[in-house]
């Protein structure tokens, strides 16, 4: 594999929590759609419905401008429970890092720029990877709760931690940039 290949496996940024992101100057820098991983990203596999407080949160990036989507490769029910009777366009069964989810959520909101478009999630083969491959810009979040990762979810981590050794190996400077903190949350 090119050393070039293993950029797909590196975010745009990364932060701690979905709630550390400047989403007020992401904005500024001209992004209008955002796309955020539910699973481990917004809430723990355990927990099931939308919270006030997460509510407002999300909320307020739709009072900023953006326009939301909820993305996850978990099935319908476990999306649509959560989601509730919210008003936020959303994807299950998303296939990331395949394209198919992200264009769909595309086509929901009527976004033809994929440069418009930031994606916050917590895996690195499927957020990461998928994200990069559309040519949005993406943030790496740490997982909320890592014990509560369902089994493919354990063997996207396994896989992860392989391409981020290479990318340890071969992109040095991003790797310290912008893997090394997710790391040390490991």
Known sequence: MKQGKYLKFIPSEYQKS???????H???AGFRTLFIDIDNT?????????????KGFLDGIQAIGFQLV????NKQPR????????DYPYIFN???PLKRGFKKGMHLVNELDPKKVVHVGDQVMT???????????????????????ILPTRIN????????????KHQKALYESRLRPYVETL
């Open 18 to 24: 979905v709630k550390n992101i400047d989403f007020l």
């Open 157 to 168: 981590r396994k896989m992860e931690a392989f391409f981020i050794k290479k990318v340890k």
């Open 94 to 96: 998303a296939r990331k």
């Open 127 to 149: 957020d990461v990877l998928g994200g990069n491959r559309m040519g949005f810009y993406t943030i790496l979040v740490s997982a909320i709760e890592r014990k509560s990762d």
């Open 42 to 54: 917004l809430v723990s596999y355990k927990e099931h419905h939308l919270t006030d407080d997460l």
């Open 26 to 28: 992401l904005y500024h």
């Open 70 to 73: 909820l993305i996850s490769n």
């Open 79 to 86: 999306v649509e429970t959560f989601v509730g009777n919210h």
